[in-house]
């Protein structure tokens, strides 16, 4: 009976451990409730870790037609600045005054120029129509190199006709260099071209560069 007796204080011992306030029960039913609010976070945070990766994947495939906008609208802006320098020609190799107080009369220089080293009758160089002709860049006394000289004519007409006189300088081996006006982005590109021309030039191949082509025998390089 004893034994009986205190196997029976242990049950209602553990009855009430279990049953009693902050007893395994409540215990038991916190942890439950921890597990619930944890399991509500970890979805919680899914579902905002879902939509941030949707809201990532749409400001990508804006920002990727932004940047084709904007390549387009780079590509316009070349095209628009090439049309307007298309009756423009830079002259590089004249000599400059270093004389600021007697500005240089550039338009006499360029006239006795054209008759002298290209050749070009008086009559034809007096008769061109030239709508400004300036230095390009700023000013500096004891500079190496003069300051590239660049023409605006009034028409692709007259531009032509100096450039088609180009060849006189060549026969010449001339220090002086004519070429049409291009935006800088359409430079770098030939710059490339004439890189890759040296080096075949080296290898005793000759290729020309038209446009922003290098043509290489029959074969045809893009840049």
């Known amino acids: 009976m004893l034994r009986l007796d205190?196997?029976?204080?242990?049950?209602?011992d553990?009855?009430?451990e279990i049953?009693?306030?902050?007893?395994?029960?409540?215990r038991l039913e916190y942890v439950q409730e921890q597990a619930n609010d944890t399991m509500y976070l970890i979805t919680d945070l899914q579902d905002k870790q879902k939509k941030m990766e949707r809201e990532i994947s749409r400001l990508r495939d804006y920002v990727i037609r932004l940047e084709f906008c904007v390549n387009v609208q780079k590509d316009q802006i070349v095209d628009l600045k090439s049309k307007s320098m298309e009756n423009n020609v830079i002259i590089t190799g004249l000599q400059e005054s270093q004389n600021r107080k007697e500005p240089e009369n550039l338009a006499e220089i360029i006239r006795k120029f054209l008759i002298t080293e290209m050749e070009m009758a008086q009559e034809a160089a007096d008769n061109l129509q030239i709508s400004k002709i300036f230095r390009m860049g700023e000013f500096a006394r004891n500079k190496?190199?003069?300051r590239?000289?660049?023409?605006?004519f009034s028409n692709k007409i007259y531009k032509d006709m100096v450039m088609?006189?180009?060849s006189f300088l060549k026969k010449?081996?001339?220090p002086f260099r004519f070429a049409q006006q291009q935006p800088e982005k359409i430079w770098e590109k030939k710059k490339q071209l004439y890189e890759i021309q040296r080096k075949y030039s080296e290898k005793n191949i000759d290729t020309k560069v038209k446009g922003d082509k290098l043509i290489l025998r029959k074969?045809?390089?893009f840049i």
């Open 164 to 166: 088609s006189r180009v």
């Open 19 to 26: 049953r009693s306030k902050n007893g395994i029960n409540e």
């Open 6 to 12: 205190g196997q029976g204080r242990h049950i209602d």
């Open 14 to 16: 553990l009855t009430k």
């Open 219 to 221: 074969v045809t390089l």
């Open 172 to 174: 010449k081996q001339s």
């Open 148 to 152: 590239p000289v660049c023409i605006q």
């Open 144 to 146: 190496k190199y003069p």
